[in-house]
């Protein structure tokens, strides 16, 4: 058996006592949140729906989309979603012929990742996560279509949905708060970064002020919102990145998760890391501004991921972002030091 690598222990963060920590105090993880409010093992159920794309992709924000994106690399491996003949939905789509497909698809996915969290984590009840591309970036009728085949799935507590500021129309709003009166309904937003600067380099194609207004506008409807957060974006310092994550509490999130930035494949990123024109965040700079970050957070706002990476052969760097145990394990280290748990 090949020998395990071992990875030098990191740096602990500038805020880490000496001293042993008697009591540690339990970050609010969403599994316990999802726990406590429905008194059982809820898990969520990715699905990825052909057809649905992205503004920032398909030319009406900008193409060529985050420069960071490489959309397969967060899928689940299930049956991607694959491109139907060249046709994309987006807000003013006429018509959708293959609306009884991506139902199809979307029942086959849920029915088959739900058996296999049911036998492997012991998941009990389940929110169907529309987590690939901008999942409200069609028009309403295929939205209400879609999430209320998810809502009808056995066992189903809730939706939540990942999308971006600028692709959510006023009337898929009202529709949500109409089925959040009697379900569990999230909006998932990608904040990553409240500079501006730091938006336009790495072409997010809205600016800080369009998320602060859809994070407002969703908490209005009644909506349970959770916030992407990147560290280590081009040219951001460890002060920036918690001004953003201040920013985040501020606004009213919910949930968060908490992303280191990382090079793969096939991306604009890529090719600026060739040719040295962005350096990717340490392990310790990362290490260091989580824990501060999450010393910052109110103790309501629940921790849905602390890190994140991909092991396989499509990650180009940092090389640590690909050993999620490792990872996992420098972690809880150093939330330790700082009398933290998660
Ligand atoms: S908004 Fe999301 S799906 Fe669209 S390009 Fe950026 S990361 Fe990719």
């Given amino acids: 058996m090949a020998k395990k690598k071992i990875i030098a222990p990191p740096v602990l963060p500038a805020i880490t006592s000496s001293k042993p920590m008697a009591h ?9 949140y999802l726990r406590e409010k429905f008194g ?3 898990s969520k159920v990715p699905v990825s729906i052909s057809g649905f794309t992205c503004p920032n992709i398909d030319g009406s924000v900008a193409k060529g989309g985050c420069t960071f994106c490489e959309n397969d690399s967060f899928s689940p491996s299930l049956d991607k979603a694959k491109p139907l003949k060249g046709f994309f939905l987006n807000l003013q789509s006429p018509t959708n012929p293959y609306l009884e497909q991506q139902l199809q698809q979307l029942q086959w996915q849920f029915e088959t990742l739900s058996k296999k969290l049911s036998c492997d984590h012991g998941a009990q009840k389940y929110m169907v996560y529309f987590q690939s591309f901008t999942n409200t970036y069609a028009p309403l009728e295929t939205l209400k279509a879609l999430y209320e085949k998810a809502l ?9 949905i990942g999308t971006r500021s600028d692709s959510i129309s006023e009337e898929t709003f009202a529709y949500l708060a109409h089925l959040a009166q009697t379900t569990e309904i999230w909006i998932e937003f990608g904040i990553q970064s409240i500079f501006d600067e730091t938006l336009v380099k790495v072409n ?16 209005g409807y009644g909506l349970n919102v959770c916030g992407h957060l990147i560290f280590g974006l081009p040219n951001e310092t460890k002060a920036m990145m918690l001004q953003t994550a201040q920013a985040a509490y501020d ?7 908490y ?3 990382y090079v793969v494949k096939r991306t604009a990123l890529a090719n600026e890391y060739g040719r040295g024109e962005f350096t990717p965040i340490t392990q310790e700079c990362y290490l260091e501004v989580l824990c501060e970050a999450l010393a910052m957070k109110p103790s309501h706002i629940s ?31 150093a939330l330790k030091g700082i009398g933290l748990k998660y």
Avoid: M, Y
Wanted: with cysteine; hydrophobic share 40%.
């Fill in 259 to 261: 992303h280191p930035l």
């Fill in 40 to 42: 059982c093992k809820v």
């Fill in 24 to 32: 540690r105090t339990q970050i609010l993880t969403f599994g316990q």
């Fill in 303 to 333: 921790v849905q991921r602390l890190t994140a990476g991909i092991d396989d052969n499509s990650l180009i760097a940092p090389e640590w972002c690909k050993h999620k145990n490792e990872q996992l394990h420098a972690i809880n280290t």
């Fill in 204 to 219: 997010r194609g809205h600016d800080s002020a369009s998320v602060q207004a859809a994070i407002a506008k969703a908490k």
């Fill in 251 to 257: 606004w009213g999130v919910d949930s968060l998760k």
């Fill in 152 to 160: 009808s799935f056995e066992n189903v507590v809730g939706l939540s």
